[in-house]
């Protein structure tokens, strides 16, 4: 009896990782790829989450890099559409990748402004931990205003996915600016001073998060050196 | 901690931060093989993490 009790655990656990790898590689929703053993489904969503919470993870202490952002664009492509219908806009692009989730470019389709939309990507499977820090931090920049910080204009959820739309700034990522500065010294100054006064501004607003590294910095071309 | 084609992948995308297309070109191998293992990799992660990540307490109504 122990050696069909066992026998069964093993092929149990080999079938979840196989739903797993299968929800991973489709991109398509727990309940649907479990459909033919409902009896797994609540393991495997257990799973998943755990699985998401570690790829947080991993994504903070290894970012991956704009060139491999731009591979992951064409692995997510299939979940953009449900914001054009659901959320009033339209994703366009992909601009980066961070911690928690990934940011795009879109249009607001009534008001044909194009902002830059954050999206939990870990969505529902996110715990409530990593929900409730995403919304304080469109909290926190929402209660700011600096020239050089982006406007937070939106907060909503699209099939369990948190997002929030800011400002779209077209300057490109503050890591992308530096590749190209590393000679220009004065240059790289006046980026750094129009940093500080950011976060100096974000600091008095007692309100500063971590949401400033290189690949989450964008920055304006107009004003970038002037504020 | 990861088998040796997993751990491969791994180190080429996430530390070294080349492409899928770019790693796939390195290994020899097709790009859905490269995201295949990266996934794997990451399962085998969160199992060996299982320990010092406990399942976080039922979410309570607030």
New interface residues.
């Given amino acids: 009896m122990l050696t069909i009790g066992v026998a069964g655990s093993c092929r149990t656990t080999c079938q979840i990782d196989e739903l797993l790898e299968e929800i991973l590689e489709s991109d398509r929703p727990a309940e649907d790829v479990c459909a033919q053993c409902p009896d797994l489904l609540g393991e495997v969503l257990e799973r998943l989450k755990r699985l998401r919470s570690v790829e947080a993870e991993v994504e903070s202490l290894f970012p991956l890099s704009d060139a491999a952002t731009k591979s992951v664009a064409i692995s997510l492509s299939g979940s953009v559409p449900a914001l054009t219908v659901d959320s009033g806009y339209e994703v366009q692009a992909i601009l980066g990748r961070g911690g928690m989730g990934v940011v795009y470019k879109a249009t607001h389709l009534k008001l044909h402004r194009s902002v830059a939309l954050k999206m939990l990507l870990a969505g529902s499977y996110a715990s409530r931990q990593e929900q409730t820090r995403f919304v304080r931090e469109a909290e926190a920049v929402a209660a700011l205003r600096h020239p050089n910080i982006v406007l937070v204009y939106d907060i909503g959820e699209v099939e369990g996915h948190p997002y929030f739309t800011m400002e779209y700034v077209d300057g490109g990522s503050l890591a992308e600016k530096m590749g190209r500065l590393q000679s220009a010294i004065r240059e790289s100054a006046q980026t750094l001073a129009t940093l500080a006064q950011a976060v100096q501004a974000a600091i008095r607003a007692a309100s500063f998060t971590a949401i400033s590294s290189p690949r989450t910095s964008w920055h304006r071309m107009d004003v970038q050196s002037g504020a | 901690m990861l088998p040796d084609e997993e751990r491969e992948v791994f180190s080429l995308?996430?530390?070294q931060?080349?492409?899928?297309?770019e790693v796939a070109d390195v290994l020899g191998v097709a790009e859905?093989t490269v995201?295949?293992r990266l996934?794997?990799s990451?399962?085998h992660?969160?199992d060996k993490?299982?320990d010092l990540?406990p399942?976080?307490a039922p979410?309570k109504a607030v």
């Fill in positions: 995308v996430r530390i931060g080349m492409t899928h297309a859905k995201q295949r996934n794997r990451l399962m992660l969160t993490l299982r990540r399942a976080p979410d």
